[in-house]
């Protein structure tokens, strides 16, 4: 149970608290479609897996896992790649510049400070653009917000990754403004 | 200088990086209006405390200092509640439940995990509620966005404390939609 009275205690995750307090969840979500849905030389399921790796180094299960599924509905990939993130993605097929976009994610994950001019001359080395590295570090930073909202208010996850890949799909395809339900 | 090549490198902190990305600032500043500015039971010299505090622990001198400083001209306080924020406010007339708060944001702060049953009670024992519960926990979340936004991407931020008084004004009294230069 969450650390707070929510309005419905059935909403997993960052659902319920979207719901809770509808004025913080529209900037919340602007900003998510901003992010991952809206275009950019990044595909959504390079931007899920960034999302997606961030939030399960930061231990959210609930935003690790959905993202994952999202990105996992965006390539057409096998449920395995959610647990493949957990591990670095050696059994998923990612391009250098992901590679070295995932690198300065991670340090952003662990602080700000920790990006180092050598992550941001290694991303461009693999064809990385100042936007796409801008991008990477703001979805990261993002996320560090997210998973922190969504675990330190004490939210409910399902656990098993079958149970996020229906809503991996409508994240995927419906984008972030329709993931408040409504009555 | 920045990591990557801003519109306007004389522009600090965040607000060199909102003008180079105006369809994520958009968000971003309407996140920080609602957290910040909107009417709430928490006063806005608490929230930007709350905001400073985490930035200062995120070791963000950019946020910490602009944020304390709009808590300074909230407050009519003096320019030393900038550092007083960094001694944990010994100094500081601050109340029990805003006390309580400032612990569960540094809990966030650490990690959503972090915040334990106990944080909860002990603020819900000064008073505190749950919406007032969940707003610290978001301002706090929010912070750890803003602040590896900032550091992530290397953006260069003014040293002396002086440098960000009429900051702090500007954003007390003007709010956070007008904190991106027009031209």
């Not at 959905?66 to 391009?95: C, F, N, Q, R």
């Not at 602080?111 to 001019?117: D, E, L, N, S």
Request: with cysteine; glycine share 8%; hydrophobic share 40%.
């Amino acid at each position: 149970m969450a650390h707070i009275k929510l309005n419905n205690e059935n909403l997993p995750g960052i659902v319920g608290l979207l719901d809770y307090s509808p004025a913080t969840a529209a900037p919340l979500l602007d900003l998510a479609n901003t992010l991952l849905q809206d275009d950019s030389t990044l595909t959504r399921a390079e931007r899920e897996i960034i999302a997606a790796s961030v939030s399960y180094k930061n231990g959210c299960h609930f935003c690790h896992t959905s993202h994952a599924a999202a990105a996992m509905a965006h390539a057409g990939a096998d449920i395995s790649i959610i647990d493949d993130i957990k591990k670095g993605l050696p059994e998923t097929e990612v391009s250098p510049k992901l590679r070295s976009l995932l690198e300065i994610a991670h340090h952003v994950q662990q602080g700000g400070k920790k990006v180092t001019p050598e992550d941001i001359q290694a991303a461009r080395a693999t064809g990385a653009t100042d936007k796409e590295i801008h991008d990477t570090v703001l979805i990261a930073a993002a996320f560090c917000m997210y998973n922190r909202y969504v675990d330190g208010l004490g939210t409910w996850a399902p656990v098993p990754n079958e149970a996020y890949v229906e809503m991996g799909k409508k994240m995927a395809f419906q984008g972030y403004g329709m993931s408040v339900p409504q009555e």
